[in-house]
Structure formats: C-alpha cells, structure tokens
C-alpha cells in the first residue's frame, strides 16, 4: 500500500513539474488517436450501414413452372434447413400476379390477352450473416442450382463481391493507418517520457544507489505514460463526439444527407472504452520503449 | 565478510586497480586512503556492485559479486549502506521521506518504516529535523540525513567514499564520530578518506592504495 501511494505519487510529481512536456504529450497523443478514431468512427458507421444494406441482399431462388403447391412448400422447407438462410418467402405465381397488378395497375392491360399467368412462383431467401462473405453465398446458389425442382437462381453476386472488398479494404486500411499512428503515439511518448527520465536523472541513481530495481523505478513512469495516453484517448474521444455532433447538426441543418441522425451513430460505450485503454497502452508502451533504452546498459 | 582474490579493474584500458587480494572481518572499520586516482573509489564500487571486475573474484557474505546477475544486483546493495561525499538527497523530499526510501523500496509497513526511520535519525542526532526538506538543511545535516537513510535498513556493512569530503573540521569530527559509533554496534565500516583527522579518529585498519596497487595493509593507525 505504501509502494503504491509512493507511485502513484511520484507519478502526479513528474507530471506536475514537466507540466509542458506532459500537455503538449497529451495533445500529441490525442491528435493522433483523433485521426485514428476518426477513421474508427468511419469504419464503424460504414460497417453498421453495410449490416443494413445487406437485409436487401436476397437470393430469388425459381423453382420449375411445373411445380405444385406442396412441392413447392417441400422446396421451402427444403432450403430452410440450410444454416446460412435466416428465413424463406414462398411467393406463388398467383401472388406475383397480384403484386404486378397492384405495383403497375397502369400495365395491367398488357396481361389481358394472355389465356395463362405468365409469371412464375418464387422463394426469396434472407440471409443470417449480417455480411456475407461471397464464398459463403457462392456456395449456397451453387448447392440450389443442384436442386432438380429449381429452375434458376438469382443474386446480385456484382453487388455482394463489392460489398466484400469495401469492408476487406477498410480492415486493412484501418490496420495501417492504425498501426503508422500507434508507432507515431508511441515515438512521442516515448519522448516525453525520456524527457522526464533525464531531469530526474540523479533521483533514479540515488533509488538505484539504495536497492531500487528496474522495475521499482520504472512504474511511476509507466503510470506517467499510461495517464498521458489515457488522457489523450480521453481528450481524442471529445474531439470527436464534437466533430461528430457538429457535423450531425450541420448535415441536418443543410438536410445534406437526408435521416443523418437515424443512419449515423457515435461509438457505442464499449468502443469509446477501447480508444481510451488504447490510449493507456500507447503510453505504456512508450514509457516502456523509452527505458529500455535508459537502463539497458546501466548496473 | 568481505574477501577479494586477485581483483584487477581497467577503465578504457587504463589499470584502476591491481591484482587486489585481502579480507575484511565482521564488524571491522576499515580506511582506504590514498591520493586521488589510486582507486580508492573503484574497489567500493565493486564491493557495492556498480562495477565488475576485469579479473578475480569477489566475495561478500560468501556472495560471488563478479558473477552477479544484473537483476540480483538491487537486492544485494540492499545489504549494506553506501555514503557518498555529495550527499545524494532527493532535495524536495523532506528528511523523513529521504531516509525512508530504502524501507518504501523493501516493501515495508508504514508503522515498521516509522519506527525505523526514527530510529536512525535518533542515531544520528537529526530527529527534530524529519519534517524539513533536505535541501534547506546545512551539510553537515545533510550528510547526517545521508547516514540515517544509509543505517536504516540495519546494513551488515557500511560503504563511504569521502563522506567528509565537503565538511568542515568541526563537522568531519562529529561525522567520523558517528561512523565510530555506527562501527560500534558491530557494523562493518569501509570508508575512502584522504582525511588524516578521520583516520585517527576511527583508528581502524587502514589500506593504503596508490596507482591500483594495495601498498599497505596496517591493523590500526599508528
């Protein structure tokens, strides 16, 4: 309990006297997770839209015309055991006849001369997957177009490969772009951190002097450059909400895109609790980064 | 205690110390001296394992210092105290807080530290001055406040390099007073002195370096 007050601490004294450096370190590290959150924040809502999209994404599944009713109930039950469909809409050439009359009653005339309804009956396929991967879609129509009782299968397979390549590129994307501001956090840490470490230069040889261990003298600092990157996640997380409310109230303002509000949302709980423990971790690792250095050649 | 064999230290090829060999008791008082560069420095930092040695072996409480880990070495500087002629104070720490840090650094109760921590500074008459901060005290104190945080851990062997070094007679007489009695209570002493008045005043064994090499070894001075 006294080890841990004396951190805590000498913590609070180094970031009290080298009140500039730890300002301008938390400023950095909020930049730098601002961007990063920024492009987060992107990625979040695109990925939440994507999720949205794809509820349109159905597989039209045409069974042969020749089909009976309690065939085709069979085929439906049929398709339903496969784990990727969520659920199956059975329209008959019936119904499909009505919806064409009730959609385009001005063409209902173009119907009349016609002794047989021309359309045919249909299974619409909603899938689980909030995003499907194109193999996994692949493979189910592959496995249709196996099915003797279905005459052909429809997807928008242009559609669903784009979406894929979106999100593949946006991973990746998220992973470089994350990874140059990690290292870039880190290096100013680092910096900071070092700053501190050779002001207080004697200090850590009178500890050292008297029995200290490496360790014993490196956790205030690792404290110092978790609250630096702490309080930049922290500092980062309220440049963005205002970035995000103010563009909130611009686009609904101007009415630029239309529902802003009700599409877009900020980062729920647990990913804001993310860039701050992100942040924290940056600091770390830059307090860690930076003494490595110090005292790898010092007995 | 403490046993050197055949000891030889360079610093970038310049001999500092040479083929050293002696033995040190529990509970001796032990005077390097010396002029400047004859290593009397050197051989405490061995002992005290901020240097290794280029050849031999040295043993403290049967402790191989040259084949130390690095990791083992807080802990064994944790067995003895070491007292340097500039004091080595956090200033803006108050006496009490400086004198403390070896029992914070062990892992000790706040109630043990306490009791501990008054204790030395009893030890060395600076019990008044707990609550004032190091660096408006006078160097005499200072250097007293040095020996209190050097004592506190009840150290089986007290290190100095010149700890009278920047005292005034006066204050080098009351210093070497406390060194006797800190030897007294069966402490070992190992103090670098170019001080001829703390010599005579400990009256211990001295050792006489010059250029590296041991010179003379002489059971009290005479």
């Known amino acids: ?16 006297t080298h009140r500039a450096s730890t300002v301008i370190g938390i400023i950095t590290t909020a930049f730098t997770l601002s961007s990063f959150g920024t492009f987060l924040l992107l990625y979040h809502n695109v990925h939440n839209l994507i999720g949205r999209v794809q509820t349109n994404i159905q597989i039209i599944v045409y069974p042969n015309d020749a089909i009976e009713p309690q065939q085709l ?12 469909i969520d659920s199956v809409q059975v329209i008959s050439k019936h119904d ?15 119907l009349e001369g016609l002794g047989k ?31 003797p009782n279905i005459e052909r299968v429809r997807y928008n397979r242009a559609w669903i490969e784009r979406l894929s390549l979106v999100i593949t590129y946006m991973e990746i994307g998220a992973l470089i772009i994350g990874g140059v501001l990690a290292l870039a956090s880190i290096t100013i840490i680092a910096n900071t951190v070092q700053l501190a470490f050779y002001t207080r230069q004697e200090e850590i040889e009178i500890l050292r002097l008297i029995g200290g261990t490496n360790l014993f003298i490196s956790i205030p600092y690792l404290i110092e450059g978790g609250v630096i990157g702490g309080l930049g996640g922290g500092l980062a997380l309220a440049f963005l909400r205002g970035g995000f409310e103010f563009f909130k109230h611009k686009t609904h303002t101007l009415s630029v895109i239309g529902g802003f509000s009700s599409i877009f949302e900020f980062f729920p709980f647990s990913l804001s609790l993310i860039l701050i423990c992100g942040g924290i971790l940056l600091g770390c690792v830059g307090t860690l980064t930076s003494m490595y250095g110090w005292m790898r050649f010092r007995l | 205690m403490i046993q050197l064999f055949h000891v030889t230290k360079y610093y970038e090829g310049c001999l500092a110390l040479s083929d050293i060999s ?56 944790r067995t003895m105290g070491f007292v340097l002629q500039d004091f080595k104070l956090l200033p803006h720490r108050t006496v009490f807080e400086n004198v403390a840090l070896p029992l914070i650094i062990r892992g000790l109760s706040s109630f043990e530290s ?109």
């Open chain 2, 22 to 77: 002696l033995r040190i008791e529990k509970g001796e008082c032990v005077l390097l001296t010396g002029p400047s560069g004859a290593g009397k420095t050197s051989l405490l930092k061995l002992i005290f394992g901020s240097e290794h040695p280029d050849d031999g072996q040295i043993l403290v409480q049967n402790r191989n210092i040259a084949r130390l880990r690095r990791a083992d070495v807080p802990y064994h500087r």
């Open chain 1, 1 to 16: 309990m006294k080890r841990l007050w004396y951190f805590l601490r000498e913590a609070y004294i180094s970031l009290r």
């Open chain 1, 96 to 110: 499909a006849l009505k919806d064409f009359k009730h959609q385009f009653p001005d063409e209902a005339h173009l």
């Open chain 2, 114 to 222: 306490r009791r501990k921590v008054i204790e030395a500074l009893r030890a060395v008459g600076m019990e008044h001055k707990q609550p004032m901060l190091a660096s408006v005290l006078s160097a005499g104190e200072q250097q007293r406040a040095c020996i209190a945080r050097a004592i506190v851990n009840s150290p089986i062997i007290l290190l100095a390099d010149e700890p009278t070094g920047n005292l005034d007679p006066q204050l080098t007489t009351e210093i070497a007073e406390l060194f006797k009695a800190i030897n007294a209570r069966g402490t070992t002493v190992m103090m670098a002195t170019h001080n001829r008045q703390v010599v005579e005043q400990l009256n211990g064994r001295v050792l006489r370096l010059d250029c590296g090499h041991l010179l003379s070894d002489q059971g009290a001075y005479t």
């Open chain 1, 73 to 84: 109930q069979g085929l439906k039950n049929a398709i339903q055991t496969e784990p990727a």
């Open chain 1, 117 to 147: 309804n021309p359309f045919p009956a249909s299974l619409i396929l909603n899938l689980t997957e909030t995003i499907p991967s194109t193999d996994m879609v692949s493979n189910l129509v592959n496995r249709l177009q196996q099915n």
